[in-house]
């Protein structure tokens, strides 16, 4: 037998949906097989690449190697002068190999049982191959942020990209999960692009919070020069918007019996909560690190969040499943 991934198109002339059939390569079973939990483990990683480079700041070992790609003049890894702060910073580097692995294997996996871009389902081959691009791309933007001595500046665009990349794994999970729903209503789906558009609001003042504060990665490290506590309240307000924009897509998702869409804003509102409440916490116990961590986490899941509601508002058929 032949897999098939479905998908529905709208016609040019009704509007109305049509299927459009691709066949996964039924003599690479095991590659189809592998695509979901290889783009879990594409998501998981990145999030946790986030978890950890904020460990990385918060024990101020930014510059624990104080140069790239080499960690010191002569050498390419740590060694015992650095102390515990090379030893952190080094770790975190190695664990971009780790995500490149995982990238790696999940695009060997899509090309193998979709094929090559241009050809069969091209979106996750394409999302699978974007998400690899972005290992190299955020290891160098990484290099820059030490070669700039962690210029708060560049070290917010190092936290974005790693935000891009999880919203792309979310949606190359979504891709190759497939699940059939139908397309959520004009306002739902209004409503989920704002939520998705002020959650990329929120998170880049939280950088810039973040810039103006302490836990700058390093003891020397220059900051912005900004008011922390008005940036602080700017960035609050926006969550407030972000918040309201949640509830009403809630509503208005429920009224219209979206039960999907319902569910992940539902979850997305929890979450958005939760960061909202850590964040106060934070803010009024002078910014602990264990909290400033899980902020950071919530951060990541928030736009993961904010791509799945968004994601649920379109339409599309069952999912890829290999067979011999």
Known sequence: MTATLDHPVPTAATGAPRRRHVAL???RPVAGRLLVPLAVADLVANVLIVVTGGAVRLTASGLGCP????????SY?????????????????????????????????????????????????????????GIPAQGVLGGVTVLTDLNPWVVSLHFMLSMVLIVLCTWLLDAVRGRPRAAAGRASARLALGAFALGWVALYLGTVVTGSGPHSGDLESRRTGLDPQLLSHVHAWSVYVLVATTVALLVVARRRGEVALAS???????LELAQGAVGFVQYFTGLPEVLVGVHMLGAALLASGTA?????????????????
């Open 77 to 133: 890894v740590a060694h015992g002068e650095l102390g515990l702060h090379g030893a952190i910073e080094f770790g975190n580097r190695l664990l971009t190999f780790v995500l490149a692995a995982v990238a790696v294997a999940t695009l060997v996996a899509a090309w193998r049982a979709v094929g090559r871009p241009g050809r069969g389902d091209r979106r996750v081959t394409l999302l699978a191959l974007a998400v690899f691009l």
């Open 308 to 324: 799945w509601v968004l994601l649920r508002t379109r339409a599309r058929g069952t999912a890829p499943a290999a067979t011999a």
């Open 264 to 270: 992940a804003a539902g979850a997305l509102l929890v």
């Open 25 to 27: 390569r039924p003599d």
């Open 67 to 74: 140069t790239w790609p080499r960690c010191t003049e002569e």
